[in-house]
């Protein structure tokens, strides 16, 4: 039994890694939208790629719209495969408004904390770039 309970453990460890914070109730900070590196668009996955044992997916994104930031016809994004480690669950076809980083390998990433700040904020977000703020 023991030896189970370890084994599960060590297949679940990622599920504890996503924690979000509570979105602020205050007016949004702009810094981090306009960080280098952050992108903002309208888009739609084309297709993905990752193995079912693979804890990452690769989406290959058409750009239909750059709200923030600036990007080609289409961006290569990698999220996590299940919530839990704060992936984003997508579906070929799939359009929706994209909160992506740049991270350390280049790569833009798709984390569920960022899309659930983006869909919080988004309004605002869209009137404070609209008046130049």
């Given amino acids: 039994m023991l030896l189970f309970i370890v084994f599960w453990l060590s297949l679940a460890a990622e599920a504890w890694a996503c924690s ?3 979105p602020a109730n205050g007016p949004v900070d702009m810094r981090m939208i306009r960080e280098p590196g952050t992108l903002l668009f309208e888009g739609e996955v084309e297709s993905l790629r ?3 044992n693979d804890r990452r997916i690769t989406a290959n994104i058409r750009v239909l719209e750059v709200i923030s930031g600036s ?3 289409r961006i290569v ?3 996590a495969r299940h919530s ?3 992936g ?3 579906k070929a076809g799939t359009r929706m ?3 992506v980083r740049k991270g350390e390998n280049g790569a833009y990433r798709l984390s569920l904390c960022d899309q659930l700040f983006w869909r919080h ?3 605002e977000i869209r009137q404070k770039l609209k008046s130049g703020k």
């Fill in 20 to 22: 979000c914070m509570r």
């Fill in 71 to 73: 990007a080609g016809k």
């Fill in 84 to 86: 839990a480690a704060c």
């Fill in 121 to 123: 904020h988004e309004k």
């Fill in 50 to 52: 990752g193995m079912q």
């Fill in 77 to 79: 994004v990698e999220t």
């Fill in 88 to 90: 984003v669950s997508l």
């Fill in 97 to 99: 408004s994209w909160l």
